[in-house]
């Protein structure tokens, strides 16, 4: 199994708080990745990164930041959390971007903000 | 826009036949396409995967078939076993863009 842990794995908050959840990974892989899993809609791309500093958007991004100062943590931030915003959240990493290359997830961390 | 569709939500069968689960995309610039298992309270695996080159690529009991006019893809899985139950979601990968389908639930009654 690929070494991605994912922190907290559940969390419960109230519409308007921040929530900060982390990916942390121990294979040294260069690209990581934030989806949110919902009924209906399979897994979306929040965001993304390409190395420590280097990120960008993805399908789904708005009311969410990510950021990347170290290669093995990959943050996921939302602002002001809304009920809409309640998901299950999946990190994971991949050697290299290109559609070869598969994704390895982690275990998931699921929200619901109330 | 949902360009990789599972229309089938849920699929049983019965232990020993073949399961087929269906993907369609609508992008042809998606030129890999890949599927993933995943079990209640885990993260989705990597369980096979086919280039547009090929159309058709084996593992075990898993086949993954491509027809790439009809941008629909398949994945069969003979003889189908009860620790097959699981959410199967289809992967469609283009340029720097992978887009997955909603998933459908697998039940392998015994």
């Known amino acids: 199994d690929a070494g991605i842990t994912q922190s907290p794995r559940h969390k419960v908050t109230e519409t308007g708080t921040p929530v900060t959840l982390r990916c942390h990974q121990t294979?040294?892989?260069?690209?990581m990745y934030w989806y949110r899993q919902d009924p209906g809609h399979g897994l979306r791309l929040i965001h993304y990164?390409?190395?420590?500093?280097?990120?960008d958007k993805g399908e789904v991004s708005d009311g969410y930041s990510v950021s990347r100062s170290k290669t093995e943590d990959f943050l996921l931030t939302l602002e002001s959390a809304t009920s809409s915003q309640t998901s299950v959240y999946f990190c994971?990493?991949?050697?290299?971007?290109?559609?070869?290359?598969?994704?390895?997830f982690g275990p998931g961390t699921r929200l619901t903000v109330t | 826009d949902q360009q990789v569709k599972q229309n089938s939500p849920s699929l049983s069968v019965q232990e020993g036949r073949i399961s087929i689960l269906n993907c369609d995309y609508t992008?042809?610039?998606?030129?890999?396409f890949l599927w993933y298992k995943k079990y209640p309270a885990e993260g989705p695996t990597f369980l096979i995967s086919?280039?547009?080159?090929?159309d058709k690529n084996e593992d075990g009991r898993f086949t993954v078939f491509l027809n790439k006019s009809a941008k629909h893809l398949s994945l069969h899985i003979v003889p189908s076993q009860p620790g097959d139950s699981a959410v199967y979601f289809c992967?469609?990968?283009?340029?720097?863009?992978?887009?997955f389908g909603a998933g459908t639930r697998l039940t392998v009654k015994p």
């Open positions: 994971a990493i991949s050697e290299a971007s290109g559609r070869t290359y598969e994704q390895y």
């Open positions: 294979e040294n892989h260069r690209y």
């Open positions: 990164s390409y190395g420590v500093k280097d990120t």
């Open positions: 992008n042809s610039m998606f030129d890999y």
């Open positions: 086919i280039s547009s080159i090929k």
């Open positions: 992967a469609a990968s283009g340029d720097n863009d992978m887009r």
